[in-house]
C-alpha cells in the first residue's frame, strides 16, 4: 500500500507565498507522474501541476508563472512552490501519485487546505 502525506498548507495573504510537499510512502519501486490537483468550494477538482519522472511538467494556464513544481524521484516527494498567491488560489490541494510501481496504481493525498486571503 502506498501512502501520500501532504504538508505546507495555511493561510497567506494575496501576494503571499507557500510552499507545498508530498512524500510518497510504501513500496514503491517507481511513480511515472506526481501531481498536485485543488478543489475549491462548489468547484470541481482541476490540475494544478505535474510532473513525470523524466522531468516533462504540465500546469494549469491560470498557475503559469507564479508555481513551480519540483520532484525528488529518490525520495518519493513533490513540491509546489507557489507565489504571487491570489484569493482565487483558495481550494484544498491534493497530492497525486500516477502510474506507480508495474500495476500503474493511482494514489491521492487528504489533501491540505491553502486559503488565500484578500
Known amino acids: 500500500q502506498v501512502q501520500l502525506v501532504e504538508s505546507g498548507g495555511g493561510l497567506v495573504q494575496a501576494g503571499g507565498s507557500l510552499r507545498l510537499s508530498c512524500a510518497a510512502s510504501?513500496?514503491?519501486?517507481?511513480?511515472?507522474?506526481m501531481g498536485w490537483y485543488r478543489q475549491a468550494p462548489g468547484k470541481q477538482r482541476e490540475l494544478v501541476a505535474a510532473?513525470?519522472?523524466?522531468?516533462?511538467?504540465n500546469y494549469a494556464d491560470s498557475v503559469k508563472g507564479r508555481f513551480t513544481i519540483s520532484r525528488d524521484n529518490a525520495k518519493n516527494t513533490v513540491y509546489l512552490q507557489m507565489n504571487s498567491l491570489k484569493p482565487e488560489d483558495t481550494a484544498v490541494y491534493y497530492c497525486?501519485?500516477?502510474?506507480?510501481?508495474?500495476?500503474?496504481?493511482?494514489?491521492w493525498g487528504k489533501g491540505t487546505l491553502v486559503t488565500v486571503s484578500s
Open positions: 510504501g513500496s514503491i519501486f517507481n511513480i511515472n507522474t
Open positions: 510532473k513525470t519522472n523524466i522531468g516533462i511538467t
Open positions: 497525486n501519485a500516477d502510474g506507480v510501481n508495474r500495476r500503474g496504481m493511482n494514489y
